[in-house]
C-alpha cells in the first residue's frame, strides 16, 4: 500500500530523538493541501524531551509549514530535496531556523519491511574505453565542482562510484528543470558513474566503505574542512588503512586560512579572486556560468588526480590534494594582476587592451539586433579585414592611444556592422578567416559544423527521460579514445551489483535493504 501523510505523522514520535531535545520546546503546525476538499492538519508539540502528535491545528505555533501531500511525501521519503522545495516554492516555511532545529531532533523515516522493494542487481557495467581504464574512484561529491571533474574522469574511461546516503543525497537529482521526473541537471555532469547509495554513518555501511578504500585509486569529497573527519573519513584514517590513497578535497577556499570553514558559492569565490574587477564604479555583471566551481574546482580537480597518480608512480604513495575554488580561479586573472604589480594601478575594463581598450578586438552590434565578435589582434588579421571592407585608411587606427578618437573609430566600425546581420558576418569572417564571429546565443551551439564535426553535443537515451542531450568529450586521445560510457545513474542503480563484487551476499544486501541502509530505485 502506499505510504501516506497519516503514515509518516504516526511514525513521528517513534523516530523522536529525547536525548538530543532536552532545551527544546516549541508548538509546530503542518497544513497539507491535497485532492480533497479540506486540508490535513496536524500540530506537533514538544516539551520536556516529549513529542506529542495531535490532529488538527492546536496552540500558538512557533513555525508553519504549508506544502501538498505529495511534496511532503516526496521530502520524507527521499525523493525531493527540502531546499529545492522551499527555493521553488512548493514548501512554505514561515520560521525557516525554528524549523531547522525541530527537524534535527527527528531520525529519517523508513516505510516497514512489507513496503521495502526487493532486491533485484542491476547488470554490472564498467567504462570500456579511455585512458583511465583500471583506476576505480569513490566520488563523495554532490552539486557541480565535483560531479563535473568526476564526470570527466568517467568519461576516460576510470570506473566512478558516487557514494550517497539514502537522506544525504546529491541535492542536485531534485534541481529543475526535470524532464519525465528526472533533473536534467543532474543528468549533465552525472554520467559515467555507477550509483552506491548507503547509510555510510552506520556501522555495516562504514565496513563497506572501508573495504571499497582499500580496493581504491581515488576518493573524492566536497564537504566543508572536518566534516570527513567527523564521519571517520578523513585522510589521516584512511591513508592508515591504504597509503597509496589518493584523497581530494574540493572547498571553497581551502583547508587553511581565516576562511576555511566560511560557507561560500561561485560569485563569493570570483569576487575574492579579482574576477570581477575593473568596472570603474559600476556596477559588475554576474557571469552568466559559474567560473570558479568549474575552472577552479571541476577542472583543477582532475588536474590534482592526475597529476597526484604520477607522482604515486614514482613514490608508490598517495597523498592529500587541497583544490580551494578560489585558489583555482585566481589563475584566470593572471594578466590583469601582472599588470596591476607593475604600478599598483587599478585596471579599468574599457582600458585593459582584450577587454575592450582595442578597436580591433571588440564586439560589435548588427543590423538584426545580434552581436559579432571581432578577433583581429595581430596587425596582419587587421589590415587583411581592412581591405576586405574597403577601408584601407583604417590600417593605422589600431594603433591609436586617444580616447576620443578610439571612440569615433569605434563607431564607424559599429554603423559598419549594422549594414548587414550577424549571419551574414559570420559567415563572411569564416570564408575570409578574418577571426569575425557571431555571438553564439546556447540555440545556436549544436548547430555549428565544427560542434558537430567535433561531436561536442551528443545524444543518449535515458530509461525515465527517454532522448536526452549533453556535451561531448572535449579530449580526443588517439589510441585510448573516451567517451560518454552511459547515462546518469538512478540513486542506487548500482547498489547491489557493487555489493555482490565484493562478495557480500543476496541475503545480506536483502537485510540492509529491508532496515534502509542500502537504498535501490523504487
Known sequence: MPITIQDIFQHLAQRFKADKSADFQGVFHFIFSSDEPTPVEYTVKINSGICEVLPGLQGIPQCTVKTEASTYLDIELGKLDAQTALLGGRLQIDHLGEMLRFSQLFRKYSPPLSSQKPITASPS?????????????????????????????????????????????????????????????????????????????????????????????????????????????????????????????????????????????????????????????????IPLIQIADIAGGSYMAVTACLSALYARSQSGLGQWVDVSMMDGAMPLAVNTLSLFWANYQNIRREEFLLSGGMLNYNIYPTQDGRFVALG???????????????????????????????????????????????????????????????????????????????????????????????????????????????????????????????????????ELVDRGILKIPG
Open 125 to 285: 557495467r564498467k567504462p570500456q574505453s579511455g585512458p583511465l581504464l583500471g583506476l576505480k574512484i569513490l566520488d563523495f561529491t554532490r552539486l557541480l565542482p565535483g560531479p563535473l571533474a568526476t564526470m570527466m574522469l568517467g568519461d576516460m574511461g576510470a570506473e566512478v562510484i558516487k557514494i550517497e546516503a539514502p537522506d544525504f543525497y546529491d541535492y542536485t537529482r531534485d534541481m529543475p528543470p526535470h524532464k519525465e521526473g528526472e533533473s536534467l541537471s543532474y543528468l549533465a555532469f552525472g554520467r559515467s558513474k555507477r550509483s552506491l547509495c548507503l547509510d555510510y554513518q552506520s556501522e555495516e555501511g562504514r565496513s563497506i566503505i572501508l573495504d571499497l578504500v582499500q580496493q581504491s585509486d581515488i576518493l573524492l569529497e566536497q564537504f566543508r574542512p572536518g566534516v570527513m573527519q567527523k564521519m571517520g573519513l578523513d585522510y589521516e584514517t584512511l591513508k592508515a588503512i591504504h597509503p597509496a590513497l589518493i584523497y581530494v578535497s574540493i572547498t571553497g577556499y581551502g583547508q587553511t586560512g581565516p576562511y576555511a570553514h566560511l560557507a561560500g558559492h561561485d560569485l563569493n569565490y570570483i569576487t575574492l579572486a579579482g574576477i570581477l574587477s575593473g568596472n570603474s564604479g559600476q556596477t559588475p555583471q
Open 376 to 510: 583581429t589582434l595581430e596587425p596582419k588579421f587587421w589590415e587583411r579585414f581592412c581591405e576586405a571592407v574597403g577601408k584601407p585608411d583604417w590600417k593605422n587606427r589600431m594603433y591609436t592611444q586617444n580616447p576620443q578618437e578610439l571612440q569615433t573609430y569605434k563607431a564607424e566600425l559599429s554603423a559598419l556592422f549594422q549594414t548587414q546581420t550577424g549571419a551574414y558576418w559570420h559567415e563572411w569572417g569564416i570564408q575570409n578567416d578574418l577571426l569575425l564571429n557571431l555571438v553564439y546565443e546556447q540555440g545556436d551551439i549544436e548547430h555549428d559544423p565544427q560542434v558537430k564535426a567535433r561531436q561536442m553535443v551528443i545524444e543518449q537515451e535515458h530509461p525515465k527521460a527517454g532522448k536526452i542531450k549533453n556535451l561531448g568529450v572535449p579530449l580526443k586521445f588517439s589510441g585510448t579514445p573516451a567517451q560518454a560510457q552511459w547515462v546518469a545513474p538512478m540513486l542506487g542503480e548500482d547498489s547491489v551489483a557493487i555489493l555482490q563484487e565484493m562478495g557480500i551476499s543476496e541475503q545480506k544486501i536483502q
